[in-house]
């Protein structure tokens, strides 16, 4: 679970200096994944993919190294290089899935009591890349392993 309290955390290169950001250990660079995440007592967070090597000055989603789904003022966007792009989901549900399709180059994300894509960011991955996870308060869950949903 990822929380707020910074001093939980050793500060090395690796640490990102703003936000509570957190890259999985897990590294990506082929085929078909899908995770959820369920945030808690959350007004704004980010959930997405970053490469092994985007720099931690920087937030998740702010530069060309990132692709996140951001929900800020309670409203959903598609983020990258600075960008936001509104995705047409209504409020903020407790628990949304991922869909990464590396070779394609498309990250979705899906509405996971629909069992649907709500919105796809496409682009172009060039080199491996791992979940990422951004919170400015509240608590967030991730859930890996899973198998992605029949018609995904």
């Given at each position: 679970?990822?929380?707020?309290?910074p001093?939980?955390?050793?500060?090395?290169?690796?640490?990102?200096?703003?936000?509570?950001?957190?890259?999985?250990d897990?590294?990506?660079?082929?085929?078909?994944?899908?995770?959820?995440?369920?945030?808690?007592?959350?007004?704004?967070?980010?959930?997405?993919?970053?490469?092994?090597?985007?720099?931690?000055?920087?937030?998740?989603?702010?530069?060309?190294?990132?692709?996140?789904?951001?929900?800020?003022?309670?409203?959903?966007?598609?983020?990258?290089?600075?960008?936001?792009?509104?995705v047409?989901?209504?409020?903020?549900?407790?628990?949304?899935?991922?869909?990464?399709?590396?070779?394609?180059?498309?990250?979705?994300?899906?509405?996971?009591?629909?069992?649907?894509?709500?919105h796809?960011?496409?682009?172009?991955?060039?080199?491996?890349?791992?979940?990422?996870?951004?919170?400015?308060?509240?608590?967030?869950?991730?859930?890996?392993?899973?198998?992605?949903?029949?018609?995904?």
């Open positions: 679970m990822l929380g707020v309290d001093s939980l955390v050793q500060d090395t290169p690796l640490r990102f200096r703003e936000w509570a950001v957190v890259l999985a897990t590294h990506i660079d082929s085929g078909r994944h899908y995770w959820e995440v369920t945030v808690k007592k959350s007004h704004e967070f980010r959930v997405g993919v970053a490469e092994v090597s985007t720099s931690r000055d920087e937030c998740v989603g702010t530069n060309s190294s990132s692709w996140v789904f951001a929900y800020v003022q309670r409203k959903w966007f598609a983020m990258t290089t600075g960008k936001q792009v509104p047409p989901l209504v409020g903020k549900p407790d628990q949304v899935g991922l869909l990464l399709d590396y070779e394609a180059g498309r990250l979705s994300l899906v509405d996971t009591q629909k069992a649907e894509v709500v796809t960011i496409k682009t172009q991955f060039r080199s491996p890349i791992c979940p990422a996870f951004a919170l400015w308060d509240g608590e967030l869950l991730t859930h890996s392993g899973l198998e992605i949903p029949p018609g995904l």
